[in-house]
């Protein structure tokens, strides 16, 4: 698979760029390389979906920080894999191009609007370890799908549509006022072009059917709640003719009983007894992937950290790197004793002479002999 440019280097902005700056740049790639300038020219248009999915990216401010932080298998990962073909940015822009371009360039069909089925969305929640490592699962969804009878036609088998009788099977009608001439969307086929004389009737004269459909998807490693992917093509299929709609999945990871998730960094507490801390000691600690050996040096403090390098979670912008382990030391105080071991304990205290309660009494002691001189 080709490596993607940069969407700045694209625009040819820098990565502080305002949005206006990003409108104005992309505008002037757009008319430079839009297809009907460029009739033909398969490298135009590569250029023309370039800077469109730049576009698309960098005017998004959620998108853009996605790209930022990540860069494109971030957004890979969050939902978004850019335009397929010149059609596709047309149909997923809309009508931004009478914005960009002015009214009458930018359109690419003079007959009836063609229009993107409805995107669909997805809850999935994942356990932690399907968020660390990925899986590929199945749904379920309720979708629209094209009537099998009819094949979409909206007809009853045998018949076949007819031009609007209002538009003339334009699916736009034109009104005129004074030295303006306004283009609008016809009322009676919706922009369709067809009338339908002989309805389906398994559809309606729709089209269109509710299904039952599984899905699989796959969960790339390092996903975290809020990760959106997107499934191209499974969503709603389109009233007329046009690309069946997207179906994003939204993932939410459940947390986990001793680990916990800091970016790619995965954080957890051990126990130690204080003659573990004070001598050190050789544990076992579970990581992601089993159980490790740690030594634990003498003298550890409360809230100490240790690292595993490379014992955390999987990147989603750079592929075989992974982040750290990190295991933070909490030192447990008895709460029960034996006569032995308080009798121990003591000899212990009697033994120190480095209390921290002796050090603050010094420290007490002279600074009321001070006051009184």
Do not use: W
């Not at 698979?1 to 992309?26: F, H, P, Q, S, W």
């Not at 335009?83 to 371009?101: K, P, Q, T, Y």
């Amino acid at each position: 698979m080709a490596l993607k440019r940069d969407y700045y280097e694209i625009l040819g902005v820098e990565k502080t760029v305002a949005n206006g700056e990003i409108k104005r740049c992309y505008r002037k790639l757009a008319m430079k390389y839009h297809p009907d300038r460029n009739p033909g020219d398969k490298s135009a248009e590569d250029k023309f979906k370039e800077a469109a999915e730049a576009y698309e990216v960098l005017k998004d401010a959620h998108k853009r920080r996605i790209y930022d932080q990540y860069g494109h298998q971030g957004l890979e990962g969050s939902g978004f894999s850019g335009f397929s073909n010149a059609e596709d940015v047309f149909s997923s822009f809309g009508d931004i191009f009478g914005d960009l371009f002015g009214f009458g360039f930018g359109g690419r069909r003079s007959g009836p609007r063609v229009t993107k089925g409805a995107d669909l969305r997805y809850d999935l929640t994942l356990s932690f370890m399907d968020g660390v490592f990925g899986t590929e699962t199945e749904i379920d969804l309720e979708k629209t799908e094209v009537c099998v009878i009819c094949g979409g036609n909206r007809c009853e088998p045998g018949t076949q549509p007819e031009p609007c009788g209002h538009c003339n099977g334009s699916g736009q009608v034109t009104r005129s006022q004074g030295f303006f001439t306004v283009r609008t969307t016809c009322p009676y086929c919706r922009g369709q072009g067809k009338s339908i004389p002989n309805p389906c009737g398994k559809c309606r004269g729709t089209g269109q059917v509710m299904v039952s459909k599984r899905v699989s998807v796959k969960i790339p490693p390092g996903v975290d709640t809020g990760a959106r992917l997107r499934l191209t093509g499974e969503g709603e299929v389109s009233v007329n003719g046009g690309p069946s709609g997207d179906l994003y999945v939204f993932i939410h990871v459940k947390s986990h009983d001793f680990f916990k998730r800091e970016d790619t960094d995965v954080i957890c507490q051990i126990e130690l007894s204080f003659i573990q801390a004070t001598l050190g000691d050789k544990i076992i600690v579970p990581t992601l992937e089993g159980e490790k050996n740690l030594v634990i040096p003498s003298g550890t403090q409360f809230g100490d950290r240790f690292r595993f390098r490379g014992e955390g979670i999987p990147s989603l912008r750079y592929r075989n790197r992974r982040g750290d382990q990190i295991i933070e030391a909490i030192i447990r105080t008895p709460t029960s004793t034996n006569k032995k071991q308080e009798n121990l304990l003591k000899e212990f205290a009697r033994l120190e002479d480095n209390k921290l309660s002796n050090k603050l009494l010094n420290i007490l002691k002279g600074g009321s002999r001070r006051r009184a001189s």
